[in-house]
C-alpha cells in the first residue's frame, strides 16, 4: 500500500477505531434477503415484513434525529430512512461517525413509502461488511477521463451504470450465441491455445517458452485449424468460443487479445453460411436489444435479412477507383495504389496492397454487407470458385463501416493445401511476416478426408461494439491491454 492521502489517512483512521471497539470491518458473511429492486418493485405487498439489504452507501442528507442516505446494490438502489427512534441513538452514531460514502454495508428493517412516496427501508441495524479505504471519485458522477476508465475498470463500473450495463448486455449477447448454436446440433469445444504451430489467420503471433518441453509454443491467432481436425474426425458441427492473440498495435476495432467464436458446419457452403449470420445476428439483437435495428456511431443500422452482398473487386472499385484484377503483379497494383493516394507500406505483397483499398472501402459499409469472390492469395484455407479457380467461396461482413466475420466453404483438398502453404512460405521469404506457416499434421488430417464445410469467425468484441454502440474496442473489453505505468495503482484524481 503506498502512503495514504488525507482521505484515506481518515478511513483508515476509522477502521483502526472500529476494530479497536471490537467491531470487526470486514466480516465472513452477510445475511441478505432481498435486492433492492425486489423491494421497490414488490412494496406495496411486503407489508411490515422483515428485510435486509445489503450494498454500497451513496451520499448521507443528515437532518439531525433522521439521516437519509441511498444503498446502491447490483440490481438498483433504494432509499435509507434512518432514523433516531428506530435505529436508536448507538446506531445513528455508527452510521454518522464511522461510516463513509462507498461502504459496503448491511441494513436491517421494514419497507415503508416516504411523504413524497419515495420507496424506502425504515432501518432498524445497520452492520458494516466492507470498509472501504478509497473514496468514491467525484461524489457518484462518474469517471470521465478515458485512461483511468480503461486502467481502473473495477471504479469505471462502480460509478458509471452505463458501463456495466454495456457488458451485462455483452454477457447477454454471448449467452444467446451459444443457446443459437446449441439448438442448432453444434457442439461446443476448447481446443489448445498454447501451439507449436500458429495458423488460421494473417497475423504475427506471441511466442513463449515451455521450458519443461525446451519447446517454442505460441499464443494461438486463431482456434481453425484445430476445429478443422475436429471434423475429419467426425464430429460434423463444431464451434468455440475463446480467445486469441494477435501481435499487432491497438486501435478503436483492434487489440491484442481478443474473443472469437468459430464455427465449422459439414455439408454446407458459405452460401448456407451467410444465411445462418444473417440469422443468428438478427436473433442476437433481438435478444440483446429487444429490436433488429441499433445504433452505431451516428449510423441507424437494420440488422433485418436479407442483407446486402458484393463482390469485393467491386466493393474497392467503387470506393477507390482502383481495379486490382487489372494489376496482377506487386508492382503495378502498388503504383495504381499510390495514384489514388493511398498510402502503402513499403515492401508490401500484392495480398497486403488489396487489404490496404479494403480498409479504404470497409468505412463505407454501414448497412449489414458480405463482400464475397476474395481472390485465392488472401483467402489460404479457401476453397476456390469452380467459375473462376483465381478467386475463392469467402465472404466477410461487415456491419456500422467495421469487420465483424470472415467465412468460406473450406479448402479440404490436402494437394491444394499443401501448394498454398508452401506459396505462403514464398511470400514470408519476401518480408510478410502474417502468413501462415507450414502445418504438416493438418495436412495429413486432411488427407485422411474432411466433408465439404462452411466455416465462419465471428469477432466478438467488435459484434458487441455494435450492437451496444460503443466507439471502441477497449468500451467492450472489460480489462484491455495498456502500456505500463508507473501510476497505474491508487485511487483516482479528484476522488471525494
Not at 373 to 402: N, Q, W
Not at 451 to 479: A, Q
Amino acid at each position: 500500500m503506498q502512503q495514504p492521502n488525507e482521505q484515506q489517512a481518515l478511513r483508515l483512521e476509522k477502521r483502526e477505531r472500529l476494530q479497536a471497539a471490537g467491531t470487526e470491518p470486514y466480516p465472513s458473511r452477510a445475511n441478505r434477503t432481498h435486492l433492492a429492486r425486489d423491494v421497490v418493485e414488490r412494496l406495496n405487498e411486503m407489508g411490515d415484513q422483515h428485510v435486509v439489504l445489503a450494498g454500497r452507501l451513496g451520499v448521507p442528507r443528515d437532518m439531525g434525529k433522521t439521516v437519509f442516505v441511498d444503498l446502491v446494490d447490483g440490481s438498483g438502489k433504494i432509499q435509507l430512512l434512518c432514523r433516531l427512534n428506530t435505529l436508536g441513538a448507538e446506531g445513528l452514531a455508527f452510521l454518522k461517525n464511522d461510516l463513509d460514502i462507498g461502504d459496503i454495508v448491511e441494513a436491517a428493517g421494514t419497507p415503508m413509502r416516504t411523504r413524497t412516496g419515495e420507496a424506502s427501508l425504515d432501518v432498524s441495524q445497520l452492520r458494516l461488511l466492507a470498509k472501504t479505504l478509497n473514496p468514491p471519485p467525484d461524489k457518484w458522477h462518474g469517471v470521465q477521463d478515458v485512461e483511468t476508465r480503461y486502467r481502473q475498470r473495477y471504479v469505471d463500473l462502480l460509478v458509471n451504470p452505463g458501463v456495466r450495463d454495456v457488458f451485462l448486455r455483452r454477457a447477454k449477447i454471448v449467452a444467446a450465441m451459444r443457446r443459437y448454436l446449441d439448438s442448432r446440433g453444434f457442439v461446443e469445444v476448447e481446443t489448445p491455445v498454447l501451439q507449436p504451430i500458429y495458423g488460421g489467420g494473417a497475423a504475427q503471433a506471441f511466442t513463449t517458452h515451455h521450458s519443461a518441453l525446451d519447446q517454442t509454443l505460441y499464443l494461438r491467432i486463431a482456434t481453425e485449424l484445430y476445429l478443422k481436425r475436429l471434423l475429419v474426425g467426425g464430429i460434423e458441427r463444431v464451434y468455440e468460443i475463446g480467445k486469441d492473440f494477435r501481435n499487432e498495435g491497438t486501435s478503436t476495432k483492434h487489440s491484442p487479445e481478443f474473443t472469437q467464436m468459430e464455427l465449422y458446419q459439414s455439408y454446407a457452403d458459405y452460401q448456407d453460411i451467410m444465411a445462418l449470420v444473417e440469422d443468428m445476428v438478427c436473433t442476437l439483437a433481438q435478444e440483446a436489444n429487444g429490436s433488429t435495428r441499433t445504433t452505431f456511431r451516428g449510423h441507424d443500422i437494420d440488422l433485418t435479412p436479407p442483407w446486402s452482398r458484393q463482390p469485393l473487386r467491386e466493393a474497392i472499385k467503387q470506393t477507390t477507383g482502383v481495379d486490382y484484377a487489372l494489376h496482377p503483379d506487386t508492382t503495378s497494383l502498388a503504383a495504381a495504389v499510390r495514384a489514388a493516394g493511398i498510402e502503402a507500406r513499403p515492401g508490401a505483397t500484392r495480398p497486403q496492397l488489396i487489404d490496404e483499398l479494403l480498409d479504404n472501402t470497409e468505412p463505407t459499409l454501414i448497412q449489414p454487407t458480405f463482400l464475397t469472390d476474395y481472390p485465392v492469395e488472401l483467402s489460404p484455407f479457401a476453397k476456390r470458385k469452380a467459375t473462376d479457380p483465381t478467386l475463392t467461396e469467402r465472404f466477410e461482413v461487415f456491419i456500422g463501416g467495421i469487420e465483424v466475420g470472415n467465412a468460406f466453404t473450406e479448402l479440404n483438398d490436402p494437394v491444394d493445401q499443401d501448394q498454398r502453404f508452401r506459396e505462403q512460405a514464398t511470400d514470408r521469404e519476401a518480408g510478410n511476416a502474417e502468413t501462415n506457416p507450414y502445418d504438416e499434421d493438418f495436412v495429413n488430417a486432411l488427407m485422411y478426408g474432411m466433408p465439404p464445410t462452411g466455416g465462419l469467425g465471428i469477432g466478438i468484441d467488435r459484434l458487441v461494439m455494435v450492437l451496444t454502440d460503443s466507439p471502441s474496442i477497449r468500451d467492450v473489453i472489460l480489462f484491455p491491454q495498456m502500456r505500463t505505468r508507473s501510476t497505474d495503482s491508487g485511487p483516482v484524481n479528484g476522488s471525494s
